[in-house]
């Protein structure tokens, strides 16, 4: 379990490391929030591959929210994906995204939908994708055994399965040693 | 709670009257669509019950309309499928003329306010996440994640198949509370007004001095303000003395959250 207080201090340390790498990560403000603001920071990024050589590029236009899940007492990653005409890119195709090294072998289709599903945006209240929380608290247990950067961590490891790239320019800027490899850790996202 | 057991197979059994129209946007001009009526249980959501009603109004559609995912509107507003439709009906039909006259539409499904749940697969994986996320405000060492996979299945099933007895032996487990521990740890709730988005905090079933808390605490913590109000849950109409830990054991709808509707005076 994470407090909010603890939460809120990382995301201050997470902010000051995102500010030196230069990648756009922000606090999220906004008059008509009408619920308690659990700190929400946000990054925009845009995600280009080409499927094969000849085809046009397969752009997505992905917006990342981090917010406080008050129920889970953890940091929840939610984000949106559009495509270039304003289109929403559907969970079927998002969840073939998803690396199959960050999948247990023989996943099932079960588990896809346990971990990635669209629901109502706790703060916003608008359709968004959310990576499922239950898991998570056990994960940064973890990781805050030897990271100081947990929350760096914790979205390092997850976020690449729904297409979030951090720069490894923030291992660089960090101590080396607060920023241990997490490879010997069972993945966040498998159950 | 066996004492009231009556009281959850009483809220189980509620339906609503529902009078089902297609928009005239949808309607190949060949014939006039004959509305659709049907008694919809109030616990279940629309998505896992609109089969029916789909293959009515499919013969009407126009061609582009054909196999398009449907969705719903009440006087204009689109209805979030993803609520139960018992608090649906508490928001937008209290006081309105019954059988309750919703329109159906194929076509421009409003990505920006809806969430997709045409395939049971997403309405499931939206029912049981919403089920943990109750199971975790309410225990510290979360239940359903000790449960075994059968055990989720059977919940889910229950509800879909309209199971009481199915639903409510694996639903009690999530329920009980033991005479050393008679409290949850809070209590998981949402407050619906129509036209606003509903409101979420962490309320507990006792204050810090160990006295029960009411509907009427609960209330106040989420408007300061003492403005009188009608509170609606499961259809009746709530006395605000009413303890949160009975309300959440008795009250609450199949994923574990009490769904509160709450109208200005």
């Not at chain 1, 500010?19 to 700190?39: A, K, M, Q, T, Y």
């Not at chain 1, 608290?137 to 100081?148: D, L, Q, T, V, Y």
């Amino acid at each position: 379990m994470t407090t909010l207080e603890e939460y809120y201090a990382a995301v201050a340390d997470f902010l000051e490391l995102s500010e030196r790498v230069g990648d756009g990560w922000s606090r999220f403000s906004s008059e008509d929030i009408r619920s308690p603001c659990f700190e929400m920071i946000r990054r925009r990024q845009t995600h280009s591959r080409r499927l094969t050589a000849d085809a046009p590029p397969d752009i997505i236009f992905f917006d990342y929210h981090v917010y406080f899940n008050e129920a889970f007492a953890v940091p929840q990653l939610l984000f949106s994906a559009c495509r270039p005409d304003g289109s929403l890119v559907p969970l079927t195709t998002l969840h073939e995204l998803i690396p199959k090294h960050l999948l247990p072998e023989a996943s099932e289709r079960e588990l896809v939908w346990e971990t990635l599903s669209q629901i109502e945006h706790p703060i916003l209240h608008c359709p968004i994708y959310a990576l499922h929380p239950c898991q998570t608290a056990a994960f940064i247990r973890k990781i805050r055994s030897f990271s100081k950067s947990w929350l760096l961590s914790w979205l390092s490891s997850v976020g690449p399965a729904v297409g979030l790239e951090l720069s490894p320019q923030y291992g660089i800027i960090s101590h080396t040693d607060n920023i241990t490899s997490i490879n010997t850790l069972e993945h966040p996202i498998s159950t | 709670m066996s004492d009231d057991r009556e009281i959850l197979r009483e809220l189980w059994n509620g339906q609503v009257p529902v009078h089902f129209v297609l928009s005239s946007d949808e309607t190949s001009n060949m014939e006039a669509p004959q509305p659709y009526f049907v008694l919809v249980p109030r616990q279940t959501y629309f998505p896992l019950c609109l089969d029916k009603v789909n293959r009515h109004f499919q013969k009407y559609t126009t061609q582009t309309a054909a196999g398009q995912e449907i969705w719903l509107d009440f006087d204009g507003t689109p209805l979030r499928m993803h609520y139960p439709v018992g608090v649906l009906f508490d928001l937008f039909a209290h006081d309105a003329l019954l059988p309750w006259t919703i329109t159906v539409h194929y076509s421009a499904f409003p990505e920006d306010e809806l969430i997709h749940l045409a395939s049971r697969d997403a309405m499931e994986s939206y029912f049981m996440s919403t089920l943990k996320e109750a199971d975790a405000l309410k225990h510290k060492v979360t239940i359903v994640s000790t449960m075994q996979k059968k055990d989720h299945k059977q919940l889910w099933t229950g509800l879909l198949n309209d199971r009481f007895d199915q639903f409510w032996a694996i639903n009690r487990k999530l329920m009980e509370v033991s005479s050393e521990n008679p409290y949850f740890r809070y209590i998981p709730f949402r407050v619906y007004q129509a036209d606003k988005s509903f409101i979420q905090k962490l309320v507990k079933p006792v204050d810090e001095e160990g006295r029960r808390q009411t509907l009427a605490d609960l209330l106040l913590q989420v408007f300061p303000d003492h403005q009188n109000r009608k509170v609606v849950i499961q259809g009746v109409k709530m006395s605000p003395q009413t303890p949160l830990q009975w309300l959440s054991e008795h009250f609450s709808y199949p994923d574990n959250f009490i769904h509160i509707c709450v109208h200005e005076k």
